[in-house]
């Protein structure tokens, strides 16, 4: 089964015309009458597009068809890349904790206050959380850094005070990372 979803909403020509060519598109598609299923339905869907003639307010994720007469291939054309725009910006984003870490964008965001990251800070901060444990310093440099061990250097606690320090002036937070014995750690 297609992991794209099409709902196509109050349009039931479109839906015709669609089923006819579910066998040769990429998507499964999905007609919905009434906002109240509509609702119901998107939440149980990760991956879909709303193909609609008139924008649903307090919905994302839609398609709104207004010119037509439209070539059909030129629409999927058109769906295809929706699909690829929501699936860019949902794989930039990833929470931790009560933050918004938007790795395109470099930002790290908590109740509307933003705070630009460096690229290896957003990297240190990916790849801490991806642990529940300490990450020792050697392997920051190492995985994050791209440093040899053996190399003598504090670019890592530097860069780590730095990030703290932000994220403490940015935030008020003075636990997001925290330093122990044997390395840094997101709890």
Known sequence: MNNQNIIVYRFNVLYQILKELEGEIPFNIIEILDEKTLIYEIKNLNNYLIIT????????????????????????????????????????????????????????????????????????????????????????????????PDIETHTVETHIYRLRKKISKNFLDDNFIISKNDGYQIK
Do not use: A
């Open 53 to 148: 003639k008139k924008q649903i307010l307090r919905l994302n994720n839609q398609f709104i068809l207004q010119q037509l007469p439209i070539k059909i291939f030129k629409m999927i054309e058109k769906l295809n890349i929706e699909f690829l725009k929501f699936q860019f910006v949902e794989q930039s984003q990833v929470i931790i904790k009560d933050y918004t870490i938007d790795i395109n964008g470099r930002e790290m965001t908590s109740k509307n206050v933003k705070l630009k990251l460096t690229e290896k800070e957003v990297n240190t901060i990916i790849y801490l959380s991806r642990f529940n444990k300490p990450i020792s310093i050697n392997e920051l440099q190492t995985k994050v850094w791209d440093y040899h």
